[in-house]
Every structure is written in structure tokens, then in C-alpha cells.
């Protein structure tokens, strides 16, 4: 047997409570003891349990397949996760059921890697094996995995040469070493052809790498991008729209060793790559990269974690910098990796703030009109030179959402107290959330009876644009429909954030509409992820030497737009982390919210015993009949506070409390 099927050295096992069941014989009689990782998602019961071997399952019974227990009477799945030559528990243990496959597919890195985010994350083993581990397709295990093309030749990259140290740091990939960058992307760069680079270098090594994108769009950018750098069958994408088979056989190619490349949107932080030299990931303030289900991981973290495990090389890339970035090259964890001020300026196109008091003294019509007078006049000069036009809006939608227009207060519905909102220019008002219709609706402050728009969304801008521009064709890119390309040529492009197709040739000009909606959030990330939203709007137009503009509808003296203006997001996240540091937020400090009913969170957090240093705020009412806690502690003690909870969740567990309680370690909307 290889090591790998030796044993998954490295995961926790405490003190294994066998379960009695048919066939159970004393753990003396034999020396064939299986220590499996049942899937219970249960807290109390996160911990592995010994099984005895059958005889006729000793061949397939190897560390990492799948089988079947008996536990508390019923059959239930788990992962075979060592075998021991004799069990400490002191009972009668029961027998493996049968292997379900002999396929080894939880690998020890992997299962290390899973204990390790399920322990910083207050969360179970069995949480993190769900997203780690994709679903059996029998016809896909079965069949051949196709060997990979030949390897690819170790081409130069002399688009790297624009950054400062970059040529270095494919050097260093190229060498077998494990260099660690933050990389801030030129605008306008070709990043996904950056990163297949990136990846070629560290092929090159005879290592593998692991490459996590936010959305679909990306990863068919970045799927093509390496499959002309790499060759044919060097590489694997990962994704949910790949159906349960094609899916299966792919991650199987990955854990056989046939392909060392994977990548993929936030479920490919787990994929099993054999030798992993280099993890990259694209755009982490993007918040699809934050698992749904619990433990609610981001994949920055778990990729972070698993590189510090593997030894692997870092690539955390953007054209912006979160904090959680800037903190890594604070504490030289990871180097940056930019470009120097000549070529930002060179790359970057001309941009300009409109709706300040300034701009409204001198454009009247700027403080009411869709479309201030610059914007239009930029509009205009790109489509007369041939060149499309980007125009983000923050909301979807017609009329997202709707005010009284004699008092300005918002327009509630009579039922449930609902947002009202106009879905197209002859509808009726109706509830966002529960849909009733509102066509008698009357103002509950004053009586009024019309109604204004409050924000306007994407398809309303698309439609008044139309007027503003006859005769000039104007695409949509949103929920219904997101574009992945659009032709060169003129056009207006409505679009929302992270909805923005690309152009070829890029654009000639970019309208950034409503910088309030993005600013003016209830949120500590606001302002951070304005300036990521505009910025990747920004990277998709032409540089100012080919005559691209953008437009910025925001106050020019806030601190965020100052950073879009002289394309700067380093300094920003510098500012931003100083700030989160000085009033105690993350990065800077570990963080945690319990939810749930308030005797439900009252009850968990006198089960939990909190470190020293625990600083709870709150509660805060979230939603009905339900409250919020916040839990602060310093970053030293994130460990201690995960293990707190989670021992609490476990004594709820066990004592079959039915409130539900979530808890979420570092979550990224606190306010």
C-alpha cells in the first residue's frame, strides 16, 4: 500500500465510543479495526468511531473509501479514515456493514485540511466532508481516466515583465519554490492568460495547482485561457453546471493523479490535486465566495490554510485589495506584486467624478437627471467614435423601490409591511416580499397617492437610455440574462455589478450610476466593495491613451472614490485595515455571530465557555422573532472562541434542543 493508504495521519481522532450491533464480537478477537468518520452533522457526535473489518472486506476496506455503518440502529454513510491494529475502547464493537466503493476518495491532505477548517470554523467534520467530497456516480468510477497531453512547453511570459517583481515570481514557481503574492492587476490586464501562466510555471515543477474563480463567466475565461497554455487534457474545470457524472469523472481524474490542474468556482478549493505546488485565487472580496452551508467558509481561508498545510505557493489576485489581503502583506505573510506607477497610468483610462456640490452648482439638471451632462457627453463621444459603452447600475430590476411622493416616505405594503416596487413601465405596484399586489395603495403617513421612484433600477435605466440615444442599439446584462461578450461597435451596455460582459476591443467609456446606492450601505464592507465593483467595471475599458473615460456618479472627495480616480486600491486597503484595527473589527480581530431566537442565544452562550478576552455586543433584533450576538476576540485567541461554540453547539446537541441556532465564524456582514 502507498502511504496515502496507510493512513489519513493528521486528522483528530478522540476517544472513539464504538456502537454495539449484529455480529458484535469482543475487539480480542480481532486485529482488523476500521476508525470511520460517520456523517452526522451532529456536534456531540464529531469525533471518529472504530468498526470491525470483515474478512471479506479486508481488500477493500482501504483509509479513504466509502462505507456503510450501523449507528443508533440505523445505516448510515461515512469515510474510512485509518486503519488500527486494535481499538482503546474498552466495548464490544460492531462490523462494517460493507464498502461502498473501494475507490479512495478522501485523500489525507484533504481530510487534514477538512478537520482543520471544521475546527476553525465552529463547525463538524461531516459539514466539510459534504462539500469536499462530491456525490458516487458508479458508471463514472468505473470507467478509464484518460491519460493527460503531452506537457507544455516552458514558454516566456513577457506580459508578467509590467509588474514589478513579477518575473520573479514565476521564476520562483519554475524552481520548485513557494513564493506568496498579493497581486494587484494592471487595469485592462488579460488576467485569466496571467494566471495560466502562473500555473504553466508551476507545472513546470512537476507540481499541481488549484485555481478558484468566482463565477461561471470567470471560469470559462480562465477554462480557456489554460487549455491554450497547457494543451488538451492537462487540466480540469470544475463546476455545478456540470452534471453529476461529468462532474464525478473529472474530480476522479484529479484524485487518480491524472490531471495536477484543477480549477473552479468555490467547491474546487477542496479538489483533490496530487502534489499541489500553487493555489490562486481570483477576486476574494467577491461574496460568491462564501460557502452558503455550514461551516460557511471562504474559500480565500480554506486555500490560505491549505497552502500554509501543503507548503504550496499563494496567488490572491484582483484589481482591487481587500483588507483581509492587505493584512497578509502587513504581516509579510505574503509579498505584493504590482505594477509600477508608470504603467497603472499607461493602462488606466481617464476618469472623472460627477455629483459633487460642485458639479451640481454648474449642471443644474445633474442633482434630478439619470444622466448628468458629463456622462452624457462621454456617452456620446465614445459611441461617435465607434466604441461600446458600459453602464453599471447597483440595483436590477425597473422600480426596486418606490417612495409617496408629497412625503418621501417609503411605500410599505397594507399586508405584510413589505417593500412595494414597479416590475415595467404599465405595471401595478406589488410587494417584494410577498406579492400582493398594491394598485389602491395609500400613504400611511400622509394619504398620499402617488408614488415616486426611490431607485431606479437596470431594465429603467436601459429604457430611458433608449430615449436618450435613438437609433443606438442597448443590451442588458443582469439576473434574467448575464452576457458573457459583447461585438465592438457602437452600443449602450445596461448592466449590474459582476454582470458586465466584456467587450472586444474594450470600451470606450463606463457610466458608474448611483455611487450613493453602493456607499450608503448598512455595511462594514460598503465602501470596500464599491471601490471592487467599479474597478472591475473600469478594468473592462480602454486605456486613457485610446481615448477610454469613465464616469464615477460619486462625491470626488470621499477617500474610496479618490482611490477608483488615481487607480490606488493599495493605499485604500492600508487606510481601511488601519481603521478596522483601531475600532476592532476584522481582519484585525476574529469574530463571531450566534443567531437565532432570543432564548435560543441567551441559552447557547451560557452553555459556551467564551475565553477571557471575549467581548460580546449585541443583542441586535435580525428579521422576526429572531436576535443576533457578536462575539469579539483578539486573533490569538480565534481558536479558543471557535472551540467554545462549537463544545456549546455539541451540549445542545446532545440535550436534542429543536431551536436552531446559527453560528458563524468571521462572517462578512456585520452590520
Same mark, same amino acid.
Request: one cysteine or more.
Given at each position: ?9 493528521g ?55 466509502r462505507?456503510?455503518?450501523?449507528f ?9 479514515l485509518?486503519?488500527?491494529?486494535a ?23 484533504i ?16 459539514d ?7 456525490p ?109 457524472e ?56 480554506v ?25 497578509l ?31 451640481? +452648482? ?6 434630478? #437627471?439619470? &444622466?448628468?451632462? =458629463?456622462?452624457? $457627453? %462621454? /456617452?456620446? @463621444?465614445? !459611441? ?55 394598485g ?21 435605466t436601459?429604457?430611458e ?21 459583447v ?21 470606450? +467609456?463606463a ?5 450613493? #446606492?453602493? &456607499?450608503?450601505? =448598512?455595511?462594514? $464592507? %460598503? /465602501?470596500? @466593495?464599491? !471601490? ?33 480616480i ?24 476574529r ?19 467564551l ?61
Open positions: 500500500m502507498t502511504d496515502d493508504q496507510l493512513s489519513l495521519g486528522v483528530a481522532t478522540p476517544r472513539p465510543r464504538g456502537k454495539r450491533g449484529r455480529g458484535a464480537v469482543e475487539p480480542a478477537e480481532t486485529l482488523s479495526v476500521a476508525r470511520v468518520s460517520v456523517d452526522l452533522p451532529l456536534p456531540h457526535l464529531d469525533r471518529p468511531f472504530d468498526y470491525l473489518v470483515p474478512a471479506t472486506a479486508d481488500a477493500d476496506a482501504v483509509p479513504g473509501a462505507v456503510r455503518v450501523r443508533a440502529g440505523q445505516l448510515v454513510d461515512g469515510y474510512l485509518e486503519r488500527v491494529a481499538s482503546d475502547h474498552g466495548g464490544r464493537l460492531a462490523f462494517l456493514e460493507r464498502v461502498v466503493s473501494a475507490e479512495p476518495v478522501l485523500s489525507a491532505e481530510g487534514r485540511l477538512a478537520r482543520e477548517i471544521a475546527d476553525r470554523a465552529a463547525g463538524t467534520l461531516a466539510v466532508l459534504r462539500l469536499a467530497v462530491p458516487r456516480h458508479a458508471r463514472a468510477e468505473k470507467a478509464a481516466t484518460p491519460e493527460p497531453g503531452p506537457a507544455p512547453a516552458d514558454l516566456p511570459s513577457p506580459a508578467w515583465d509590467r509588474y514589478d517583481t513579477g518575473p520573479a515570481y514565476l521564476a520562483a514557481l519554475a524552481a520548485g519554490r513557494s513564493p506568496r503574492a498579493v497581486w494587484t492587476a494592471l487595469p485592462g490586464e488579460d488576467w485569466p492568460a496571467r494566471v495560466a501562466d502562473a500555473v504553466a510555471a508551476c507545472a513546470s515543477s512537476g507540481r499541481g495547482a488549484v485555481v478558484v474563480v468566482p463565477d461561471a463567466r470567470d471560469l470559462d475565461r480562465l477554462d480557456a485561457a489554460l487549455a491554450a497554455r497547457l494543451g488538451p487534457g492537462r487540466h480540469v474545470a470544475l463546476s455545478a453546471a456540470l452534471g453529476p461529468e462532474r464525478y469523472r473529472r474530480w476522479l481524474a484529479v484524485r487518480r493523479g491524472n490531471v495536477r490542474v484543477a480549477i473552479g468556482t468555490r467547491a474546487a478549493v477542496f479538489a483533490p490535486v496530487a502534489d499541489l505546488g500553487l493555489v490562486v485565487v481570483w477576486d476574494d472580496g467577491d461574496d460568491l465566495h462564501i460557502e452558503p452551508r455550514a461551516p460557511y467558509c471562504h474559500a480565500r481561508e486555500l490560505l490554510v491549505r497552502a500554509q498545510q501543503s507548503g504550496a505557493a499563494v496567488l490572491l489576485g484582483g484589481f482591487t485589495r481587500t483588507a483581509e489581503a492587505q493584512q502583506l502587513g504581516t509579510g505573510w505574503a509579498r505584493p506584486l504590482a505594477g509600477p506607477r508608470a504603467e497603472v497610468r499607461a493602462a488606466a483610462p481617464r476618469i472623472s467624478p460627477v455629483g459633487d456640490d460642485t458639479d451640481n +452648482a454648474r449642471d443644474a439638471a445633474a442633482a434630478s #437627471a439619470r &444622466l448628468p451632462t =458629463a456622462a452624457w $457627453r %462621454a /456617452a456620446r @463621444e465614445s !459611441l461617435n467614435a465607434g466604441a461600446p459603452v458600459l453602464v453599471q447600475v447597483p440595483r436590477r430590476g425597473y422600480l426596486p423601490s418606490l417612495n409617496c411622493e408629497r412625503c418621501r416616505a417609503p411605500a410599505r405594503c397594507a399586508a405584510c409591511q413589505g417593500p412595494l416596487a414597479l416590475s415595467g413601465g404599465r405595471a401595478v405596484p406589488s410587494c417584494r416580499w410577498c406579492g400582493r399586489l398594491a389602491d395603495w395609500s400613504c400611511e403617513h400622509c394619504g398620499g397617492r402617488r408614488l415616486r421612484a426611490a431607485v431606479v433600477g437596470a431594465r429603467r436601459a429604457e437610455l433608449g430615449r436618450a440615444f435613438p437609433g443606438v442599439v442597448v443590451r442588458t446584462s443582469g439576473r434574467e440574462e448575464v452576457l458573457s461578450r461585438p465592438a461597435g457602437p452600443a449602450l451596455v445596461v448592466a449590474t455589478p459582476g454582470a458586465e460582459p466584456v467587450a472586444d476591443g474594450g470600451y470606450g +467609456a457610466l458608474l450610476l448611483d455611487g450613493w #446606492a453602493l &456607499l450608503t450601505r =448598512a455595511d462594514l $464592507r %460598503a /465602501a470596500e @466593495e464599491a !471601490l471592487r465593483r467599479w474597478s472591475n467595471a473600469v478594468a473592462l475599458v480602454r486605456p486613457a491613451a485610446r481615448g477610454g473615460r469613465v464616469i464615477v456618479h460619486a462625491d470626488g472627495a470621499v477617500p474610496v472614490v479618490q482611490a477608483l488615481r487607480s490606488d486600491p493599495g493605499w485604500y486597503a492600508e487606510r481601511e485595515l488601519a481603521e478596522r484595527t483601531e475600532l476592532g473589527f476584522p481582519p484585525a480581530v469574530m463571531a455571530s450566534v443567531t437565532g431566537a432570543p432564548q435560543a442565544v441567551a441559552d447557547f452562550l451560557a452553555l459556551a465557555r475565553p477571557e478576552s471575549a467581548d460580546t455586543l449585541g443583542p441586535v433584533p435580525v428579521g422576526e422573532d429572531a436576535e443576533r450576538m457578536l462575539l469579539r476576540v483578539p486573533r490569538a485567541d480565534g481558536r479558543a472562541l471557535a472551540a467554545a461554540l462549537h463544545a456549546a453547539a455539541g451540549v445542545r446537541s446532545a440535550r436534542k434542543e429543536t431551536a436552531p441556532v446559527r453560528v458563524e465564524v468571521d462572517p462578512t456582514e456585520l452590520l
